[in-house]
């Protein structure tokens, strides 16, 4: 079946750096989402990509989907300590709207 | 703002009971998700409804899972008998499910399972 990595599983980084968490599928996507979920709380929906090669933006968030349609990345600028948790993608394959999440990265941000 | 309701949202239980979870998701949403979480890995779907028909079943551990959207609102998941290895977070999620199309989904606070 279709599998859904991400790199790295965890990442600490001083309030200020830039992060950066890699997804990539064993088959080619439809489309790609990007969730967050908090310590203790539940995934809450950040974006959504479906054009090869497309880039979308929020704030200090950068997400791209690669050209092949089978990766994706999530970028954050200058983090915040509001940015700890754990960024989650999510690829759908087909039509049937069905997601598989990948396996997440963990990030700490420390002041 | 409308939000995705689970009852309830801990429950301890023993090995070989039943347990069952309740999800309303927000009105007009016409795809329903249930997810099992384990701690430190991502959601993996259980099963999913479209109105009341079941669209994907595939990961549904049927000899002892079962989920009902009887008139395609609410939805229940029942596990029995519950064993150890079912102790995990039960995640409710749903979305417009506009055809040919991948909604943004919204989820539930979740119902925390442990079973002893």
């Known amino acids: 079946g279709q599998q859904v990595m991400q790199i790295p599983q965890y990442q600490h980084v001083q309030e200020g750096e830039d992060f950066t968490t890699y997804c990539n599928s064993s088959?080619?996507?439809?489309?790609i989402q990007w969730y967050k979920q908090r310590p203790g709380g539940h995934p809450v929906f950040l974006i959504q990509?479906?054009?090869?090669?497309e880039v979308k933006k929020q704030k200090r968030l950068t997400f791209q989907f690669g050209e092949a349609k089978k990766n994706s990345s999530l970028h954050i600028t200058a983090t915040q300590t509001t940015d700890v948790g754990t960024y989650f993608c999510a690829g759908g394959a087909g039509t049937a709207s069905k997601l598989t999440f990948g396996t997440g990265t963990r990030l700490q941000v420390t002041l | 703002e409308a939000e995705v309701a689970q009852s309830p949202r801990y429950k301890i239980t023993e090995k070989s009971q039943a347990v069952a979870f309740w999800c309303d998701p927000i009105?007009?949403?016409?795809?329903l998700y249930w997810y099992r979480q384990i701690l430190g890995q991502g959601p993996e779907l259980l099963v999913q409804f479209q109105d009341e028909s079941v669209v994907d079943d595939s990961q549904l551990p049927k000899d002892r899972f079962s989920a009902e959207r009887l008139k395609g609102v609410d939805s229940t998941l029942k596990i029995q008998p519950a064993e150890l290895g079912d102790s995990a977070m039960y995640l409710c999620a749903s979305s417009l499910g506009l055809a040919g199309h991948y909604n943004e989904q919204f989820f539930g606070p979740g119902t925390r399972l442990t079973v002893l």
């Open positions: 009105s007009g949403h016409a795809t």
């Open positions: 088959t080619t996507l439809s489309n």
């Open positions: 990509l479906v054009k090869s090669g």
